[in-house]
């Protein structure tokens, strides 16, 4: 079993950028893919950005990509997503979460939030206008 801790949230003006980390404890951090969500107020939870075990291969939301980047750094058992240009609406409580699904190998991801196996407590990012 995993633990995930993310970090990293707050106030920002539109324009501005974030940088979320999501520490992890327990079982190898190499075994699991990972991925951040987002769930605004009266919204259902939607995916952002999401990681291979390798590290080699990410995937991002049309509404984020080319502003947000995730990585991982497997010696500090975190994963980051970094957040530019951030606009009102990406306002939104933001997850981290681990796909234990290792016998997919290392360069698969998934962007449905049902496969992944555990999840953080959230860390709340607001950009005002």
């Known amino acids: 079993q995993v633990q995930l801790v993310e970090s990293g949230g707050g106030l920002v003006q539109a324009g501005g950028s974030l940088r979320l980390s999501c520490a992890a404890s327990?079982?190898?951090?190499?075994?699991?893919?990972m991925g951040w969500f987002r769930q605004a107020p009266g919204k259902e939870r939607e995916f952002v950005a999401a990681i291979s075990r390798s590290g080699g291969i990410t995937y991002y939301a049309a509404s984020v990509k080319g502003r947000f980047s995730i990585s991982r750094d497997s010696a500090k058992k975190t994963v980051y997503l970094q957040m530019n240009s951030l606009k009102p609406e990406d306002t939104a409580v933001y997850y981290c979460a681990a796909d234990d699904r290792r016998l997919l190998g290392l360069n698969t991801y998934s962007i449905t939030a049902n496969d992944y196996d555990y999840w953080g407590q959230g860390t709340q990012v607001t950009v005002s206008s």
């Open positions: 327990g079982r190898t951090f190499t075994s699991y893919a």
